[in-house]
């Protein structure tokens, strides 16, 4: 039985294929009660506190749900917002003030913790929060996550070492570089790659000093790995059942306020029984990677094999620590802190993602941003540019190759769903205007409503300038905040100015070196009569 089944919506079903009436049905399923007084219970997919006072504020439930219901009851129920996202895909409009997001983790001042700050490794240094340094102070540990790695296509042997070393080199132009940083990883919480290997960086690091919390911007996927953690070692084996996961979409923001679940303490008997599984586990999955070798010889596959991990549990109530007091089963329906299993636990809080001012996330609709934001692993396309011409992404970006001695290599990483268009630079205020809101862009999408509130491209003032390092090396990239990145190309020791333009000029950043220097010799051959080349294999390290 879903949430909703307690509100009667039949005098909807004759506005179906109303737009109106629907959308209408989103905001105000049900009917607010602003005098209700606002629950203690928090919604188990987003952390905000239930009420019925107003949908534009987060964890409402309509009146004829919330009202009536004792805390036990409301602990199994999700907010309007969790409940849409979950079951059909739909943003429902709610309204934050940036300066509660920084309120919110100021409690991270006041106890002995461990800060996780999770950063998009397809969009750094965009991604990067360096204010997290003056919340928590220089002192306080930190352990920086790169998350979506199984999306980068590999370049050649090593690449996994040179994105971790890329990232490094960006946290050390951040007031990031005066922070306790103990270590950092490369993760997929989507596919479980390396998040066995955080685990026993938390433990090793950490082991049960305090609590931990996991913060960072929007979308970077922190309610992913708050999802996987909940399902492993790290969650105190009594609450894996009891505990709501946390809303996962694409949409930026979609975890209001703190969730969390008791960690597991790291005794020396469960450690060793941990340490016993991981070494069994890793004898399989060597023998599946050469399998899966063997299997890929001789061919050359259209993809290369994902980043995969496998997260496991090596605890359940049935086997549990001979040294513990309580080792009974518990039928816990709702968790308690103040239970004797919980009551003295350290915990692993979820936060809101902070808005960031360099994304462009939050200019987009919801159709956008599932074009915008990829969903599989990224195909680098490049491009043969002269000086004069100009690329867009979408409608989203644009390159001006302003000058150069000879044509250099554009190598562009962004979502498959964006087009990529090369004209000459001279039209290209012309071109843009003309087929903006079509399909050749495909976003901004929406018709002439959405077309009179988009903002446009603005350009960054200040040109970049690059300097070859040969035709198999890539000399720099220009990061495009959400966008994605292009990676320059050109003849040793040529050099090569270059203009970008976003929306609002938003997240513009040239880095060096290349997150994939490389990656220009994953082309295929070059199309007839075009600048472009054929999208090539890629290289994978798990294969």
């Given at each position: 039985?879903?949430?909703?089944?307690?509100?009667?919506?039949t005098?909807?079903?004759?506005?179906?294929?109303?737009?109106?009436?629907?959308n209408?049905?989103?905001?105000?399923?049900g009917?607010?009660?602003?005098?209700a007084?606002?629950?203690?219970?928090?919604?188990g997919?987003?952390?905000?506190?239930?009420?019925?006072?107003d949908?534009?504020?987060?964890?409402?439930?309509?009146?004829?749900?919330?009202k009536?219901?004792?805390?036990?009851e409301?602990?199994t129920?999700?907010?309007?917002?969790?409940?849409?996202?979950?079951?059909?895909?739909i943003a429902?409009?709610?309204?934050v003030?940036?300066?509660?997001?920084?309120?919110?983790?100021?409690?991270?001042?006041?106890?002995?913790?461990?800060?996780?700050?999770?950063?998009?490794?397809?969009d750094?240094?965009?991604?990067l929060?360096?204010?997290?340094?003056?919340?928590?102070?220089?002192?306080?540990?930190?352990?920086?996550?790169?998350n979506k790695?199984?999306?980068?296509?590999?370049?050649?042997v090593?690449?996994l070492?040179?994105?971790?070393?890329?990232?490094?080199?960006?946290?050390?132009?951040?007031?990031?570089?005066?922070?306790?940083?103990?270590?950092?990883?490369?993760?997929?919480?989507?596919t479980?790659y390396?998040?066995?290997d955080?685990?026993?960086?938390?433990?090793?690091?950490?082991l049960?000093?305090?609590d931990?919390?996991?913060?960072?911007?929007?979308?970077?996927?922190?309610?992913?790995?708050?999802?996987a953690?909940?399902?492993?070692?790290?969650?105190?084996?009594?609450?894996?059942?009891?505990?709501?996961r946390?809303t996962?979409?694409?949409?930026?923001?979609?975890?209001?306020?703190?969730?969390?679940?008791?960690?597991?303490?790291?005794?020396g008997w469960?450690i060793?029984?941990?340490?016993?599984?991981?070494?069994?586990?890793?004898k399989i999955?060597?023998?599946?990677?050469?399998?899966?070798?063997?299997?890929?010889?001789?061919?050359?596959?259209?993809?290369?094999?994902?980043?995969?991990?496998?997260?496991?549990?090596?605890?359940?109530?049935?086997?549990?620590?001979?040294?513990?007091?309580?080792?009974?089963?518990r039928?816990?329906?709702?968790?308690?802190?103040?239970?004797?299993?919980?009551?003295?636990?350290?915990?692993?809080?979820?936060?809101?993602?902070v808005?960031h001012?360099?994304?462009v996330?939050?200019?987009?609709?919801?159709?956008e941003?599932?074009?915008t934001?990829?969903?599989?692993?990224?195909?680098?396309?490049?491009?043969?540019?002269?000086?004069?011409?100009?690329?867009?992404?979408?409608?989203?970006?644009?390159?001006?190759?302003?000058?150069?001695?000879?044509?250099?290599?554009?190598?562009?990483?962004?979502?498959?769903?964006?087009?990529?268009?090369?004209?000459?630079?001279e039209?290209?205020?012309?071109?843009?205007?003309?087929?903006?809101?079509?399909?050749?862009f495909?976003?901004?999408?929406g018709?002439?409503?959405?077309?009179?509130?988009?903002?446009?491209l603005?350009?960054?003032v200040e040109?970049?300038e690059?300097?070859?390092?040969?035709?198999?090396?890539?000399?720099g990239?220009?990061?495009?905040?959400?966008?994605?990145?292009?990676?320059?190309?050109?003849?040793?020791?040529?050099?090569?100015?270059?203009?970008?333009?976003?929306?609002?000029?938003?997240g513009?950043?040239?880095?060096?070196?290349?997150?994939?220097?490389?990656?220009?010799?994953?082309?295929?051959?070059?199309?007839?009569?075009t600048?472009?080349?054929m999208?090539?294999?890629?290289?994978?390290?798990?294969?």
């Amino acid at each position: 039985m879903t949430n909703y089944e307690y509100f009667d919506d039949t005098k909807y079903k004759d506005f179906e294929d109303n737009d109106e009436v629907n959308n209408e049905w989103h905001s105000y399923y049900g009917t607010p009660d602003p005098l209700a007084a606002v629950s203690t219970v928090p919604c188990g997919g987003c952390g905000a506190l239930l009420h019925c006072s107003d949908p534009a504020i987060p964890g409402y439930l309509p009146s004829e749900i919330f009202k009536g219901r004792d805390n036990d009851e409301l602990k199994t129920i999700e907010c309007q917002r969790c409940h849409f996202l979950k079951e059909y895909n739909i943003a429902l409009d709610v309204s934050v003030d940036p300066e509660e997001y920084e309120k919110l983790l100021q409690s991270i001042k006041h106890v002995k913790s461990l800060v996780l700050l999770m950063v998009d490794l397809l969009d750094f240094p965009c991604s990067l929060w360096p204010g997290i340094v003056d919340i928590i102070g220089t002192k306080r540990p930190i352990i920086v996550v790169g998350n979506k790695v199984d999306l980068l296509p590999g370049d050649s042997v090593g690449y996994l070492k040179r994105i971790r070393e890329s990232l490094i080199t960006e946290l050390k132009k951040t007031k990031l570089s005066e922070a306790n940083i103990q270590h950092v990883a490369l993760i997929s919480a989507k596919t479980g790659y390396g998040v066995e290997d955080l685990i026993s960086a938390l433990f090793k690091n950490w082991l049960y000093k305090g609590d931990v919390f996991l913060v960072g911007t929007t979308n970077v996927g922190k309610s992913s790995l708050f999802n996987a953690l909940l399902q492993s070692d790290y969650c105190k084996v009594h609450a894996v059942d009891i505990i709501k996961r946390a809303t996962v979409s694409r949409w930026p923001g979609t975890t209001l306020n703190l969730l969390k679940f008791p960690i597991n303490r790291p005794s020396g008997w469960k450690i060793y029984q941990r340490t016993r599984r991981l070494q069994s586990e890793s004898k399989i999955m060597k023998i599946e990677k050469d399998i899966r070798k063997g299997q890929l010889h001789g061919q050359v596959p259209r993809e290369a094999p994902a980043l995969i991990g496998h997260i496991g549990r090596t605890f359940s109530e049935l086997y549990e620590d001979p040294n513990d007091t309580i080792a009974e089963k518990r039928n816990l329906m709702v968790l308690d802190e103040k239970h004797e299993l919980f009551a003295r636990s350290r915990w692993f809080y979820d936060t809101p993602g902070v808005i960031h001012p360099d994304q462009v996330l939050s200019l987009l609709s919801t159709e956008e941003l599932l074009l915008t934001i990829p969903k599989r692993l990224i195909r680098s396309q490049t491009y043969y540019i002269h000086k004069g011409n100009t690329i867009f992404i979408g409608g989203l970006a644009r390159i001006d190759h302003v000058t150069s001695c000879e044509p250099c290599r554009y190598t562009i990483f962004s979502s498959e769903t964006l087009p990529i268009t090369v004209v000459n630079t001279e039209y290209a205020n012309e071109i843009y205007d003309k087929f903006l809101g079509t399909e050749l862009f495909a976003v901004p999408s929406g018709g002439e409503e959405r077309l009179n509130t988009w903002p446009g491209l603005t350009k960054r003032v200040e040109l970049f300038e690059f300097t070859g390092e040969g035709f198999r090396v890539c000399c720099g990239d220009i990061v495009l905040s959400s966008i994605g990145w292009v990676s320059l190309t050109a003849r040793k020791g040529a050099r090569c100015k270059v203009r970008a333009w976003t929306p609002e000029g938003r997240g513009i950043h040239k880095r060096y070196p290349s997150l994939l220097p490389y990656a220009v010799n994953l082309k295929g051959k070059r199309v007839r009569d075009t600048p472009a080349y054929m999208v090539g294999k890629t290289f994978s390290e798990n294969k």
